[in-house]
């Protein structure tokens, strides 16, 4: 199962600062340390920092792609634009060994949408074909809901829209095989509950 | 996107003083009491998730708060949205006891996964465990009205991945009897969508269709997930649930460990739950809870199998298809390492899946389970799967090196069974060339993995050619750039050029007639097991050149060096003097044919210096059984422009190890040899090169030599009247205008110092042997610490005999 999720920017603040991976949005479905009795305060430090770490991977990654690509490395919207076409976002994945930052080995999927990492933690027994199906299905409904293209701060302040979105479509880290009927349905579902 | 704003408000959160939080705490409770969930609620509600989740320190929050979340979270007919938000919040605060919060009287499964996912981050494992069981006693009724299993799956899953021993062997029987009818037994009709309602609308809703495939035809076998319908019954989605978790379920508890024999859980074959007597009589037809889920898991990953050959309609199932045949062959292999009496089945039914997905690189992805499962089973069921092996290391590494996720699995999957490859599959040790294309292409990304790996891939056969390839890594980059460039040009441009012209770029150079061997040679996908190295092979490496500001060709040459390290660690713990000698002529002969990037060669020089002297460390007999090639270097004088720190580390090599005490088998005569070489070198850059105008060798190169000579004269005492007069020539050149301008006054110093000390040294043959040529205890701790036997103190006495004899004085 899926062990975290986690929107991050890449990088690039809007004050110019370089270099500042910022944590927007992050959730972990299990914890590593469960079974020994730790200090729950550290538990939760840890998680925050594992997650700040994957993130700071990702930026750096993400980056390396892009120079790859030749394509620039901060992309910025341009105005009055609406949709993004994922399939021109930048994509990649790479593990982390174990101990660094997580306990057990992890294969980290991420997607690059202009100024914004999307990023799914997986344990070793996911279907990563799968992750990445899902990935993009959840960025493509993060970015509708949230507006990511025009609005700036949904992304920080409507944390319930992504909870939804993941309830939905990842509940618990469960990957799901969703046939193009099953999404319909379950956006529907999602929609409903939303607009309520 | 992130916008000044969103910035703004993050930075608020994270400042926000408690007295403020709590002010705003008790407004939130104001709303919350009074069942005000409007939308300014909602807002705040927003606000408070992202104070609380905002910073790496945990909130606190006043326990009668927390305690009112709870509350409004498990209050009847409160929105999704408010819910989703006190959940989300009640997780993220700092830690607290929620001993409030019981599942006992939630019977709304969306809640009650809610509760469980505050419950799991706040550590109460008693409380989460106790969900579980709810949730398999709710199996077991009627769900009220409007609720659905199918939120419930996921939290199931999620425990038994947190808790693998948590459910007892009869809540495990029970799961197992109901994911077998999930799983095998949903209906094959469509569901009956919302009747829409509207005034002139029939009452009577039409008769469900039935489920199709992808394709669209009508389906003719059980649901899948690959099965499309305009409405899904709940047995449906359960469907869907339960494959999603088939995996997890399978490795969790079908194993052994949590069998249980109780007569009471078997049935037979086809369902119904058979009576005790009967349960005797035909036990061989009976089966376990467990073994009947691998069995319709079997028979369900079959049929997904054969539907994911279908042609989707939709792009989203096309790709869906390709993650449930990767799932399916998983999933088959477990089984079979469960039971293997499903082997011999499964062998024969992914062999012609194999066959079939070698026709379509679309689905390379599902190649590496399918290679997993022959390796796991062909032994035992007795089946030749070399031809699996070979397709998957000789085709796909050349076709797909540029998906980053297939060269992630590709590499893991190597690293997994690298031992076995090594031990069984000669293609495998054929193949690293084709291997090494996912590290050119995907370099930054995957190197870390790579390193994991390639050890593996060297062995006494196979390192020269490595170390070949890793040093042009750089340059299969560049092709591998090309070649993606050349598919999606159009035709005419990819048509071969045969012309007398030489080619004016990388580019045309792909093409052109003169360059198609070389190319060929360079994206190799096996071994070349003659010789590695074409002379025309430079003419590429120079062609290539043009891509050096291609930014993947640069992210690749910052990976070779960390490379170039790992190799020969990794050679140093098996080379024998017959390898050894190899790799130094190897390092001497590609010091001078690199890829031309500047900070590429120093980089690469830097790697082989330190590594040719653990070379020589290693085996010094190197020294004397390579001794042509190294006169052959070390007489160049071209051979110091452009790698001058290899040079100097050559040289040095050759003073320190070439002395008799190292290899009986070095004579006076070699090291005479030895001798005249340096010297006419070091006579070409010092006196003759200032006046030729010719880029001037480093102080420190001009050292090395001296110090060399000095050594190899207090081995072969003949040549010591020689090397004085040379130290004593070579102090007056220094003092020289003409050096003095050229090096400049410190470094001039240096040099006319180190003369000095080197014909201090030299008046003492004996003592000049001792400290030029230590025996090998000179490593030994003892000869630096101990007063009597010191090197310091042979030092010291040398000097003081000077002192007294002619006035020297030491510095």
Not at chain 2, 66 to 95: F, G, M, N
Not at chain 2, 212 to 225: Q, R
Not at chain 2, 323 to 336: F, G, P, T
Not at chain 2, 477 to 483: I, N
Request: with cysteine.
């Amino acid at each position: 199962m899926v062990h975290g999720f986690l929107i991050h920017t890449l990088g690039c603040s809007p004050s110019g600062d370089a270099d500042l991976t910022r944590v927007l949005y992050s959730q972990t479905f299990s914890s590593e340390a469960f079974d020994q009795a730790a200090d729950l305060e550290r538990v939760r430090l840890l998680r925050k920092e594992q997650m700040l770490a994957v993130a700071r991977h990702v930026t750096s990654a993400c980056i390396l792609t892009r120079q790859a690509l030749e394509k620039p490395i901060y992309e910025v919207v341009s105005p009055g634009e609406e949709t993004v076409n994922l399939q021109d976002a930048e994509f990649g994945v790479f593990s982390l060994a174990p101990g660094d930052p997580f306990h057990e080995c992890k294969t980290v999927l991420w997607l690059g949408v202009l100024s914004l990492g999307f990023v799914l933690i997986c344990d070793m027994h996911d279907n990563l074909t799968l992750a990445e199906d899902t990935l993009k299905l959840i960025v493509k409904y993060l970015i509708e809901h949230l507006r990511l293209l025009s609005q700036g701060s949904d992304v920080i302040l409507k944390a319930d829209k992504t909870e939804t979105i993941l309830n939905t479509f990842l509940p618990h880290g469960q990957l799901l095989f969703l046939n193009h009927q099953f999404i319909l349905a379950l956006e529907k579902e999602m929609n409903s509950s939303m607009s309520k | 996107m992130f916008t000044a704003g969103a910035d703004n408000y993050l930075r608020q959160a994270r400042e926000i003083q408690d007295e403020e939080l709590q002010k705003f705490c008790a407004r939130i409770a104001g709303f919350l009491q009074q069942l005000e969930l409007g939308s300014e609620t909602v807002d705040n509600l927003q606000r408070l998730y992202l104070v609380a989740s905002a910073t790496k320190y945990g909130k606190k929050l006043e326990r009668m708060f927390l305690e009112l979340l709870q509350r409004v979270l498990c209050a009847p007919k409160v929105s999704l949205q408010v819910q989703v938000l006190c959940t989300a919040i009640l997780r993220e605060v700092s830690p607290y006891d929620p001993f409030t919060l019981s599942c006992d009287q939630i019977y709304d499964t969306k809640l009650l996964s809610l509760v469980f996912s505050i419950l799991l981050a706040q550590g109460c494992n008693n409380k989460a465990l106790a969900i579980g069981n709810r949730i398999v006693k709710m199996m077991e009724s009627r769900l009220p009205k409007g609720q659905s299993l199918r939120h419930l799956l996921p939290v199931l899953s999620k425990l038994t991945s947190v808790f693998p021993a948590s459910l007892s062997d009869d809540q495990t029987n029970l799961i197992n009897k109901k994911l077998v009818d999930w799983l095998r037994y949903a209906s094959i009709h469509q569901g009956i969508g919302q009747p829409s309602g509207g005034f002139f609308s029939s009452p009577r809703t039409k008769l469900p269709g039935p489920i199709t495939e992808v394709d669209g035809a009508v389906a003719t076998d059980f649901f899948t997930v690959l099965s499309i319908g305009h409405h899904y019954t709940e047995d449906q989605w359960l469907n869907l649930q339960a494959f999603s978790m088939l995996r997890k379920w399978l490795l969790c508890c079908g194993t052994d460990s949590t069998s249980s024999t109780s007569s009471d859980d078997k049935s037979e074959v086809d369902g119904s739950i058979m009576s005790m007597a009967s349960v005797a009589s035909t036990s061989s037809r009976l089966l376990l809870p467990k073994e009947r889920v691998r069995e319709k898991a079997f028979e369900y990953c079959q049929r997904l199998i054969e539907q994911s050959n279908r042609k989707a309609v939709k792009k989203s199932d096309a790709d869906l298809q390709k993650a449930c045949l990767i799932e399916a062959i998983i999933i088959m292999d477990i089984v079979c390492r469960q039971d293997s009496s499903y082997v011999y089945r499964a062998v024969s039914f992914l062999k012609i899946v194999h066959a079939r997905i070698c026709q379509d690189l679309t689905f390379a992805q599902a190649l590496l389970p399918i290679a997993q499962f022959f390796l796991n089973h062909s032994e035992m069921a007795a089946v030749d799967s070399e031809a699996v092996y070979r397709h998957l290391f000789t085709r796909i590494p050349a076709e797909l090196f540029y998906q980053p996720l297939l060269a992630l699995e590709f590499i893991h999957f190597c690293r997994t069974n690298a031992r076995f490859f090594n031990q069984n599959i000669s293609v495998f040790q054929q193949s690293f060339p084709n291997l090494l294309k996912f590290l050119a292409w995907n370099g930054p990304g995957l190197v870390s993995d790579f390193v994991e790996f390639l050890p593996s891939l060297i062995g006494p056969d196979t390192a020269i050619e490595i170390l070949h390839l890793l040093l042009d890594l750089p340059c299969l980059t560049a092709a591998l750039e090309l070649q993606l460039r050349s598919q999606s040009a159009p035709a005419s441009e990819r048509v071969l050029i045969d012309s007398a012209l030489h080619p004016a770029s990388s580019v045309e150079a792909f093409r052109h007639s003169h360059y198609k061997n070389l190319f060929q040679y360079l994206l190799r996908c096996e071994a070349w097991p003659g010789d590695t190295i074409d002379g025309r092979f430079h003419l590429l490496r120079q062609m290539l050149v043009d891509m050096a500001g291609c930014p993947r060709v640069t992210q690749c040459i910052e990976t070779v060096p960390v490379l170039l390290q790992l190799f020969f660690k990794v050679v140093a713990e098996f080379a024998d003097g017959v390898l050894i000698n190899q790799l130094v002529a190897v390092l001497l002969d590609r010091s001078g044919l690199l890829f031309s990037v500047p900070r590429f060669q120093t980089d690469v020089h830097r790697v082989m210096s330190s590594q040719l002297l653990a070379l020589c460390k290693l085996y010094p007999s190197v020294i004397v059984e390579q001794s042509k090639e190294l006169l052959e270097f070390s007489g160049t004088v071209t051979n110091i422009q452009n790698k001058e720190n290899f040079f100097t580390h050559v040289v040095w090599a050759i003073g320190e190890y070439l002395s008799v005490s190292y290899d009986k088998r070095c004579t006076v005569d070699q090291i005479n040899k030895f001798f005249e070489v340096l010297e006419a070198l070091l006579f070409e850059i010092t006196q003759l090169r200032p006046s030729a105008g010719v880029p001037k060798s480093s102080p420190r190169l001009i050292t090395v030599l001296m110090t060399t000579l000095t050594k190899l004269a207090s081995r072969s005492q003949d040549l010591i009247p020689r090397v004085l007069l040379y130290l004593s020539k070579m102090r007056s050149c220094v003092q020289s205008s003409a050096m003095i301008s050229m090096y400049g006054e410190e470094d001039s110093e240096d040099i006319l110092n180190r003369a000095t000390e080197l014909m201090n040294l030299l008046k003492m043959p004996t003592v000049a042997q001792f400290v030029l040529t230590p025996s090998a205890e000179v490593n030994n701790v003892r000869y630096h610490r101990d007063a009597i036997v010191s090197l310091p103190l042979a030092m010291r006495t040398v000097s003081r005999l000077l002192q007294k004899d002619s006035g020297f004085a030491p510095g």
